[in-house]
């Protein structure tokens, strides 16, 4: 044994003096390799290893392929210095055949062969506990976590190997990655059912088999066939499926029913067992306690009595003690029968009253027994304690339904003491929305007790419970006006802020002069709360302003900031309500710039810091005084300047509070009259706001500048860089506004660039924008291009990208421009005719170029030298019709579609000379005869017959004449308002009437550039109709001049069918017949009416017009009323209706002169209620001669069974002088 053991021991040293060496030589190893690294790689360069700086593996989506590059220069790399996995990134500096390129990182390894892991927003390594799910690690074991190291995502030096997806190509082909010969053909196509349908845009009732993708396979043997091969559709759905799952789920059913059916016959085997062996049990026991009964009776010869305490003395213990448990019934008892029962339930007549209250709480709910029990008294913590317990929403109106019902009954004890807590548990089951009405009088009760805790909850409750439209109001006005002079201030305060909210007109007339007296009170707690009601005042009865402007001009040279705050706030609640007021308040300009200055120049102040300001809500209420005080008073506004630009400079906008106040500086100096450096300096202030991480910030400076950037659009141009980089936000509203603001900067010299930025994020835009984008470049484009070619350009981009978005007055316009730029037409439809070709999913793409191809089909075979690489050079005339041919055999074609491309295949056929290309054309038309669509069917049918014409075929399908261009495709862009563009809310011709009403109105005040527009005052009652705003009615109606008639609106469909002119009528029809609107039957069947090539030819829609339908035979005479007949100026009214629509009212109104001078300047206004539509057309002339008349059109739309409603407001000039003068009329229904 001693030998073996020393054996072992000699074993063991041998085998550490090994592992000693390896250790050595390990450490000399790594210590040579070290200093040769470090210390001589200058001397000998052979020992540094060779590898490069880093290995770039680039993958191309759209080609398949994969490419690795080796970068030795570390500076051509740093572009992807501290980027993220998942992060874009421009790689000009790669070189010039990477310029243009856009590259996403996928990933990498460090040198050490660790990989990146997403998530980790570290530049180096570090060590996680990773478990199963979690990249970089797979576990070996079912549960097994692991510590390992891996990569962060930031990329940095230390990086070998880097992962990159192109996401945008570049200008130039990178061998092997982007060119055409590196393109990895797909061999399979989709397997799984949902694929093959999104392949092939499949719905739910097509049958997914018959379009699965099958290859070709070619046969080892001699001989043998090809035969293809399709893959096997996973998840697929067929009847035989849904046969199966059906069987499968009833059997389920059944055997769940049949193993129920066990469960209950075992359970009662089961019970029955149990309940044998119960009474066994209960035998036994039963035998043995008769038993032991008999061996105590044979050993017992005398039994006493036994005395145990009542429930009489048990419960006076306890009423002595306290205690409000209730006590377990004991009774007197002996060994024989005669004892009786001390039940407490039913002996109640002995109970004392608390117990009694106890036993009723209880009765209602068992739970709320033992609580009401615990606490003595059922208190408003115990009610909010129980109705948090309840589990349902039904408990709770069950026990807030038991509590009103106690509440009620309890009213009646009129226990004062119980009254305030009752008061309080129905506020609470108030603001829970429970009604709580029958609580408005014990409310005035709690008020006129002399107790102040009853005071507060009583005004409490009447703030809660009352309003100025409740009757029970009036009875407050007596208490409000006796505690308004008590002599202690919190309860003259309490009265005050009751008053604040619920006072009512009536309420505010009784208690002004209570009001204004108050607001002279030395005490400031007082001072500033009676401001606050006579803000109520003023604006519940604003006549009674005059009673506190001398008071508030006082207030505002109040030292106290409380007061101070509410004076400001009053004084801009009677500058908006009353013009002379503000007057009067713009002589106390230097006092507010004064006050302002101490602010912002003052030291710490404990007492008003906020974030290191001082006193923010009094500053931001200071300058918006300022504002209304300065507006269109350059005198004010010279005197507020300089404390402006202070407050501009020394606010420091590190903070939200900072923020508020340079908001507030800037809507005062673009609201006042500043100057310009002034103006600049605030939208700079907007400017920086743009770069604050806050969302809120940003989105009130978007919206601000969209304001101003009338005002000084190169000042706003400053931050156009800002303002695009605001279109990549995550937030959707600042990105809403951002696109806003985009639109308004457009002019003719960064047309280019801006409409660039527009379609780069018009790629990757939401949906919802994608509309309104394509609407607003388009019309961009149309308003500052700066050639033709560009505009196309632009437009064709725009189809690219969005052309399922694009409206159809863009479509119709792109196509009057190809049709009157002659020059371009050939380079339109060879652009069209490419970009067809890669993609038929944007249907106004197809659209397009459809139509282009089928009008111009001759420039575009006959082809032409240019410079673009990406035009076709030479068309056959087969590629045009294959390229037809598949646009109907696309997923994506319509009904629409497939109209256009009949008609264009018609109009092909006399454009190509091809006797084989026509003849395809003619079974291409002719296969569609018999379609299912009765639209399709009828152009095949016609097309087919028209094409066997030939005495006809060459002179309807001949090309078409350019239509007439428009100037702006909807009308004119409208421009954002200016800040100080703020309307009055007040309409002083609206309210003697009683209701808000739209309005509209037309005349001199809105006439044509020949006679310029009208001057008008601000005073003027034109201005207050505007104020209120309609839908219809919101802007004055232009007007139009003597000799040419009105038009009425057209809609989208009708501007479109107006492309090509009249196809319904005649070129040589009379003024009067055109203006007639067009029978039904001559509305094409298509909404694209104006692009139809052909525009039909059933007779409905020949060039011969239409015969007009005789008129009625006994058609009633409209009945004229006069409204107005003064100043020898006469007015009626003539309204009409159609049948057909009965709720549209057509007035017109007439002006007559019988004076033998001239009236001149009429503004002719109307005001509807809020239940009528107006529209105005303009006078036909705002000149009455002596003897003559004019017109004027107005158009009402009324309820149902209503007649029309009208006030209206006339204004004229007659011999120098300016009459004005308004009248009401009404039509019977």
Same mark, same amino acid.
Request: glycine share 6%; proline share 5%.
């Given at each position: ?83 993220? /996995? ?123 088999? %018959? ?139 002995? /109970? ?95 008020? $006129? ?9 009583? =005004? ?64 400031? =707690? ?181 304001? @101003? ?115 371009? %037409? ?65 997923? =994506? ?40 669509? @009765? ?43 200016? @800040? ?16 808000? /009403? ?74 009067? *017949? ?49 409204? =107005? ?51 105005? *057309? ?13 017109? *004027? ?8 069974? $209503? ?16 009459? *004005? ?5 009404? %039509?019977?229904?």
């Amino acid at each position: 044994m001693r030998h073996d053991n020393n054996k072992k021991r000699n074993k063991a040293v041998v085998g550490s003096g090994v592992l000693a060496a390896n250790s050595r030589r390990s450490i000399f190893a790594a210590y040579t390799v070290a200093l040769c690294q470090n210390r001589y790689t200058h001397r000998y360069p052979s020992l540094v290893p060779p590898y490069s700086q880093m290995k770039l593996n680039v993958a191309n989506p759209a080609t398949g392929a994969q490419k690795s590059f080796d970068i030795q220069d570390e500076r051509l790399v740093r572009c992807f210095y501290e980027k993220r /996995m998942s992060q874009d990134v421009e790689v000009d500096s790669l070189g010039e055949e990477w310029k243009g390129y856009v590259l996403r990182i996928g990933g990498g390894n460090d040198k050490q062969g660790f990989p990146m892991k997403q998530g980790v927003l570290l530049p180096n390594r570090v060590r996680l506990l990773l478990s199963k799910g979690d990249s970089c690690y797979r576990p070996r074991r079912t549960g097994e976590r692991k510590r390992k190291s891996v990569r962060g995502c930031i990329v940095g030096s230390d990086i070998q190997a880097l992962h990159l997806i192109v996401v945008k190509q570049g200008e130039k082909e990178i061998p092997g990655l982007t060119d055409a010969e590196s393109a990895v053909p797909k061999r399979l196509g989709p397997k799984r059912a949902n694929h093959i349908r999104k392949f092939f845009n499949l719905s739910k009732e097509d049958d997914v088999r %018959q379009f699965v993708v099958r290859r070709e396979v070619v046969s080892k043997k001699e001989g043998a066939k090809p035969y293809t091969k399709a893959p096997k559709i996973q998840r697929l759905v067929t009847a035989q499926r849904l046969q199966r799952k059906r069987h499968l789920r009833s059997l389920k059913i059944r055997r769940a029913e049949h193993q129920k059916i066990q469960k209950e016959e075992y359970e009662q085997v089961l019970a029955k067992r149990v309940a044998e062996k119960k009474q066994e049990v209960a035998s036994h026991k039963a035998a043995r306690k008769a038993a032991k009964k008999t061996r105590l009776l044979l050993s017992t010869r005398h039994v006493r009595p036994r005395i145990v305490p009542s429930y009489r003395n048990l419960r006076t213990k306890h009423l002595d003690s306290g205690r409000s448990v209730f006590p377990r019934p004991w009774t007197r008892t002996t060994d024989s029968s005669e004892g009786e029962s001390g039940d407490p339930i039913e002996s109640s007549a002995a /109970m004392s009253t608390f117990f009694q209250k106890q036993q009723q709480v209880a009765a209602l709910d068992p739970r709320l027994g033992g609580l009401m029990a615990s606490a003595g008294l059922y208190n408003l913590k115990a009610l909010i304690k129980a109705i948090r317990s309840c589990k349902t929403l039904a408990d709770e109106r069950s026990l807030i339904q038991k509590e009103s019902a106690s509440i009620r009954t309890a009213f009646k004890d009129e226990d004062p003491f119980a009254r305030h807590n009752n008061i309080a548990k129905l506020l609470y089951i108030h603001m829970l929305g429970y009604p709580a009405h029958f609580g408005q009088i014990e409310c005035l009760k709690l008020v $006129a007790t002399p107790r102040f805790t009853d005071k507060r909850l009583g =005004y409490l409750g009447i703030m809660l419970l009352l309003d100025e439209n409740t009757e029970v109001l009036t009875l407050v006005t007596n208490g409000l006006k006796n505690d308004m002079e008590h002599s202690n201030m919190y309860v003259c305060g309490l009265a005050l802020c009751t008053f604040a909210n619920i006072a009512s007109e009536e309420m505010s007339r009784d208690l002004c002069n209570e009001i204004e007296k108050l607001m002279g009170s030395s005490n400031t =707690y007082i001072r500033r709360k009676a401001a606050i009601c006579a803000m109520r005042i003023v604006r519940k009865v604003p006549d009674l302003i005059d009673h506190f402007v001398d008071r508030t001009k006082q207030l505002l040279s109040d030292k106290n900031h409380g007061v101070l705050l509410c004076a400001v706030t009053l004084a801009i609640e009677i500058c908006r309500q009353d013009d002379e007021a503000l007057q009067e308040y713009r002589r106390a300009v230097p006092l507010l710039v004064q006050h302002l200055k101490s602010l912002v120049t003052t030291g710490y102040s404990p007492e008003h810091d906020v974030s290191g300001i001082t006193d923010p809500f009094l500053q931001v209420k200071i300058l918006r005084l300022l504002r209304i005080l300065g507006k269109e008073n350059a005198q004010a506004s010279e005197v507020m300047n300089d404390i402006l630009a202070q407050v501009a400079t020394n606010t420091e906008a590190s903070k939200n509070v900072g923020n508020s106040i340079l908001y507030e500086t800037v809507l005062t100096i673009l609201e006042i009259d500043a100057d310009n450096g002034l103006r600049v300096m605030a939208i700079n202030i907007l400017g920086k706001f743009l770069s604050n991480r806050d969302n809120n910030i940003r989105y009130v400076a978007l919206n601000t500048l969209s304001k @101003v950037v009338s005002m000084d659009t190169n000042a706003v141009q400053r931050h156009r860089n800002i303002i695009l980089d605001c279109l990549r936000d995550g937030d959707i509203s600042i990105r809403r506004r951002a696109l806003e603001l985009s639109y308004a900067l457009i002019n003719e010299s960064n047309v280019r660039v801006l409409t660039r930025e527009l379609l780069s994020f018009l790629e990757v835009a939401d949906n919802e924008f994608k509309l309104g984008m394509t609407t607003q470049i388009c019309l961009a484009a149309e308003k500052f291009a700066p050639n033709k070619r560009w505009h196309i350009d632009t437009v064709l981009r725009v189809l690219k990208l969005a052309g399922n978005y694009v409206r159809e007055e863009i479509l119709s316009a792109f196509i009057r421009l190809v049709c009157h730029t002659p020059e371009l %037409q050939a380079y339109t439809v060879q652009k069209l005719f490419s970009a067809l070709h890669g993609d038929f999913s944007q249907e106004s793409l197809t659209l397009a170029a459809v139509w282009v191809i089928g009008e111009f089909g001759d420039v575009l075979i006959q082809g032409g030298n240019f410079e673009d690489e990406e035009l076709v050079r030479e068309v056959q005339p087969a590629d045009v019709v294959d390229l037809l041919s598949s646009v109907l055999d696309s997923p =994506y074609v319509n009904g629409l579609i497939r109209q256009f491309v009949l008609t264009s295949l018609a109009k092909l056929h006399t454009r190509l000379s091809d006797a084989s290309q026509q003849s395809r054309i003619e079974q291409i038309i002719g296969s569609f005869e018999s379609s299912v669509e @009765v639209e399709i069917q009828q152009r095949s049918v016609e097309f087919a017959t028209l094409l066997k014409r030939g005495d006809i075929r060459e002179g309807v399908l001949e090309s078409m004449p350019p239509p007439e261009i428009k100037q702006t495709v909807l009308g004119t862009v409208s421009e954002a308002k200016p @800040v100080g563009s703020t309307r009055s809310d007040k309409d002083a011709l609206l309210d003697l009437m009683g209701d808000e /009403m739209p309005v509209a109105s037309g005349g001199a005040g809105a006439g044509s550039g020949a006679t310029g527009a009208t001057q008008q005052s601000t005073h003027d009652l034109l201005a207050d109709i505007f104020g209120g705003g309609s839908e219809l009615g919101g802007a004055p109606a232009p007007a139009a001049s003597a000799t040419a008639p009105a038009q009425k609106a057209k809609s989208s469909v009708n501007d479109i069918l107006g492309l090509f002119g009249d196809s319904g009528s005649s070129a040589a029809a009379p003024p009067q *017949q055109a203006a007639t609107p067009a029978p039904a039957a001559v509305a094409p069947a298509s909404s694209y009416g104006g692009l139809d090539l052909l525009g039909g030819l059933d007779s409905s829609t020949s060039s011969t017009p239409a015969a007009p339908s005789p008129a009625p035979a006994s058609a009633p005479t409209p009945k004229s009323h006069t409204v =107005y007949t003064a100043h020898n100026l006469t007015i009626t009214l003539t309204p009409t209706t159609n049948p057909a629509r009965p709720e549209i009212i057509n007035i017109t109104a007439r002006f007559s002169s019988s004076s033998s001078s001239t009236i001149s300047n009429i503004n002719f206004q109307a005001a509807v209620p809020k239940t009528h539509k107006l529209q105005m *057309q303009a006078i036909s002339n705002p000149t009455v001669q002596p003897g003559a008349t004019e017109t *004027q059109a107005l158009r009402v739309m009324v309820p149902p069974g $209503a007649g029309a409603r009208l006030r209206l407001r006339i204004s004229f000039e007659k011999d120098g002088e300016t009459v *004005q003068d308004q009248m009401d009329w009404s %039509q019977s229904a």
